[in-house]
T-cell receptor, first 115, second 118 residues
């Protein structure tokens, strides 16, 4: 399978705990994105990387959220001191930067439930 | 103001009929891109079709076509000969290179839940 993969697919955690999600992009893709999707809404942009550099972060990304892409390949998204409002689907996407259209390919997401 | 507006929360369509999913957008950029994604119950966002703001022809990809009306800021998705497997959430999205979200970051609408009936 050469698509975007995310792990875990589902995570249930208690309020106040830390969680970490992993995303493996399509291998030759240099851009990687994190989105959050709550019930009944479209995905909302959180942050993106070009290679290992985190180039942009949304205002939605509070101080409790941190993302890394240490070697320009896989990425991790950590949420510290989780809150019930963090319950959502976290989607990762990757794309290959080049001239013209660059459609993003998405993974199947990690569904987080904070109880 | 909503950047992407999808006015149809849900639609029921008979199999084999054509269906049009509405999308209007709001931007002050001259250069932007419009996308449609399909999200089945499995959760994965599947890219369907892309239209650039400078493209003069409407985009087509198999059974999917995008009815792009730039002056009206509308980018409706048309699915011809619908199939049962088309049942899913459909999201319209826009990329604005200079308005945040990164070079390719997308702003999504709230989606339309399409159900194809046999």
């Amino acid at each position: 399978d050469t698509g975007v993969s995310q792990d875990p697919r589902h995570k249930i955690t208690k309020r106040g705990q830390n969680v970490t999600f992993r995303c493996d992009p399509i291998s030759e893709h240099n851009r990687l994105y994190w989105y959050r999707q709550t019930l009944g809404q479209g995905p909302e942009f959180l942050t993106y990387f070009q290679n290992e550099a985190q180039l942009e972060k949304s205002r939605l990304l509070s101080d409790r959220f941190s993302a890394e892409r240490p070697k320009g390949s896989f990425s991790t998204l950590e949420i510290q001191r989780t809150e019930q409002g963090d319950s959502a689907m976290y989607l990762c996407a990757s794309s290959l930067a080049r001239g013209g259209a660059t459609e993003a390919f998405f993974g199947q997401g990690t569904r987080l439930t904070v109880v | 103001a909503q950047k992407i507006t999808q006015t149809q929360p849900g639609m029921f369509v008979q199999e084999k009929e054509a269906v049009t999913l509405d999308c209007t957008y709001d931007t002050s950029d001259q250069s932007y891109g419009l996308f449609w994604y399909k999200q089945p119950s499995s959760g994965e966002m599947i890219f369907l079709i892309y239209q650039g703001s400078y493209d003069e022809q409407n985009a087509t990809e198999g059974r999917y076509s995008l009815n792009f009306q730039k002056a009206r800021k509308s980018a409706n998705l048309v699915i011809s000969a619908s199939q049962l497997g088309d049942s899913a959430m459909y999201f319209c999205a826009m990329r604005e290179p200079y308005s945040g979200g990164g070079a390719d970051g997308l702003t999504f609408g709230k989606g339309t839940h399409l159900i194809i009936q046999p």
